[in-house]
């Protein structure tokens, strides 16, 4: 009796955060239906020009892509690298006492907020990038993508230490047994054995780093501009979004429509991105019992 | 969008203060003789005004309720001739139309200037060859489909480095007012630059790129003074460079105007609208420049309060 009331009460709260994202999805999906009524989804796709708040409108997604594309890869090329290495040191490497302090050191830097690593682009890390790159714009995607990089690096070294950790000592054992050194067994043996759970910390990294906003909106600027150079102003589609609904965007209109097919194209991509990290987690997983 | 519902209520303080004082009868002040609504739609340029004024006038007069609307100018006077409103917020004049639009319906009003709005454009520090830039070069450089890319594409004389653009977002009044002025048309503005209803970032920007150039409110450039470079602007009877005498006497042109409120004669025999409009033009002085605007001289104000009573006719 009692154990079916909590059961109930479990279920409920399961439910509510289901029905939330179908909710979500549903609206998502009425809006966007009706931007593709006035938009042709060709012109979406394959156009290159993002003007919808002027006179003159263009509804080309791509510079808004490319915009997200750039700042997501390029905090990619910071954080794997360098959350991966991390994860080794962590769990091959590092003693267990340095691994409890260092751990929760490594896991703040997700807890700042991110308007102060906006800040920090903009205040110290594009000023250092013009030193070296004289050209380089005051908002630019590059400086954007070295904050968005160390953000998510915790989400790379955490998920990916935990995957490592996950490998049986064995494994290790049997290794160095045969004669390898710890180096060897760390790439040659224990990576590989977790490489399922590497690849999905990364996807999941990526795809945060794809929806990072409040960063981006500071420091890449405000200009939807196609161009694959980081030192560039650029738009991605998260700062477009904040742009256009902060103002007083009539609801119902085109404009405000295309905060929806813009957030749609998000939901997609990330969505994506962890359908597939799932699937290569289910996949590859390697059973060790 | 309909004008009720983006019509501000700004009532839950008077309310608060209400409720604290067993509902004002005896206090003390004397502010228990005003009491009553008063509407206000318009400009939402001019909302900010109206509001502030709104806010300070409800702590002196609790038995008050003061809505404001933001139904664009236009839209502000097509309610206020229908006698919908006692008072309607215009960032220019009214025009022919309009004014026999209220006549048709028997509403006589007053004209109120109550500030006036400037905007500044702004170049960084380390640009050595901007002074002075007209009209026309400021809509070669921002008109739609503009071809501008490079300073020399504005005076062959100027270095072939790229201007970077910076300006209001399309939600701005800075933004209509601009693309008004000049390119001729409201949202009239070509759109590859970088656009900020924050001008915080525009400030940022302009600060930090050697061949900026951008717009914004003269207010803001002045909190920013020293990290930028004001530009004269030449609206065809030479160069003028903003500041506090050139936007108040109109000679900064034509990046400054006037903003209005007109207020509904018969209206002002009701305490709450006159006292409203009194409080205004007493307190203006002081609570325009919180703003962002620029007040009128004090000589000016009291010359309209003086035409108040004569204007509401016999209630004196």
Known sequence: M??????GALFACAAASTLVTVG???VLLRETTAFFSEVSIVEFLTGTRWEPLFQDRHFGVLPLLTGSILVAGGAGVIAVPLGLLTAIFLSEYASRRLREILKPVLEVLAGIPTVVYGYFALTFVTPLLRVVFPQTDIFNAASASIVVGIMIIPTVSSLSEDALRAVPSALREGAYGLGATKLEVSTRVVVPA???????SFLLAISRAVGETMAVTIAAGNLANLTLNPLESIQ???AYIVQASLGDTPQGTLVFRTLFAVAMTLFLITLAMNVLSQWILARYREEYQ | MTSTSRTWSVTAGAALLLASCGGGEGDSSGSDAVSGAVAIDGSSTVFPIAEAVAEEFQIAYPDTRITVGVSGTGGGFERFCGGETDISNASRPIDEGEVAACAAAGVEFIEVPVAWDGLSVIVNPAN????????QDLRRVWQPGSSVRTWRDVRPSWPAEPIRLYGAGTDSGTFDYFTEAINGEVGASRPDYQASEDDNILVQGVEGDRFALGYFGYAYYIENAERLKLVAVDGG????APSDETIADGTYAPLSRPLFMYVKRSALDRPAVREYVEFLLREAPVLIPTTGYHALSDAEY???LDEIPEAAGTAG
Do not use: H, N, P, R
């Open chain 1, 2 to 7: 009692k154990e079916g009331l909590i059961g």
């Open chain 1, 24 to 26: 979500v999805v549903l």
């Open chain 1, 194 to 200: 977790a490489l399922s759970g590497v690849i999905a």
């Open chain 1, 236 to 238: 991605t589609m998260t």
């Open chain 2, 128 to 135: 050595d060859f901007v002074e002075c830039l007209t009209v």
């Open chain 2, 237 to 240: 009877s030479g160069c003028v």
């Open chain 2, 302 to 304: 009291q010359a309209i």
